[in-house]
C-alpha cells in the first residue's frame, strides 16, 4: 500500500531556485541598463535647456556663463546628476561645450563611477566612455 505524499521534493525545490536564479541574473542588468538610458535621457533633456539659455545669454553679453543662477532656468535640481553650464569659450564656435552633466552617485550601477555629458552650442551631445554605453 503507498501512501499519498504531498509536498515537493528537495530535488524539485533546488531546480525551480536554480531557475530563479537565471532568469534574475539575466534580467537585473537589462533592468540596470534600462533605468540608466530613462536617467540618461533627463540629463539630455536638462542639457537643451541649458544650451538654449546660454545661446539667450551669449546674444546679449557676447560670452557663456559659467554660473546656472545667471541663467533663465526653470528645472529643479536632478537627483542623478550635477548639471553645471561652462562659461567662457568662443561664441562663433559651435562645436564649444556650453553645459555639463556628471553622474553622481546616488542609485548609480557604476558604483562610485562618475561619468559626463556634455553639450555643444550646436545641440551635439559628447558623453565620456561610461556614458555612452547608455546613450
Known amino acids: 500500500m503507498q501512501k499519498n505524499k504531498k509536498g515537493f521534493t528537495l530535488l524539485e525545490l533546488i531546480i525551480v531556485v536554480i531557475v530563479i536564479g537565471i532568469l534574475a541574473s539575466i534580467a537585473l542588468p537589462r533592468y540596470i541598463r534600462v533605468a540608466e538610458k530613462g ?30 543662477a545667471n541663467l533663465d532656468l526653470n528645472f529643479q535640481t536632478p537627483k542623478y ?29 557604476l558604483g562610485s563611477t562618475a561619468y559626463v555629458i556634455n553639450i555643444s552650442q550646436n545641440g551635439n551631445f559628447s558623453p565620456d566612455a561610461n556614458a555612452a554605453a547608455f546613450m
Open 39 to 68: 536617467r540618461v535621457a533627463e540629463a539630455k533633456s536638462l542639457l537643451g535647456e541649458i544650451k538654449s539659455s546660454q545661446l539667450r545669454y551669449s546674444a546679449e553679453r557676447g560670452v557663456f556663463t559659467g554660473t546656472l
Open 81 to 109: 546628476f550635477v548639471i553645471t553650464a561652462i562659461g567662457g569659450g568662443n561664441t562663433s564656435n559651435e562645436s564649444a561645450f556650453v553645459g555639463t552633466a556628471t553622474r553622481n552617485t546616488v542609485d548609480n550601477p
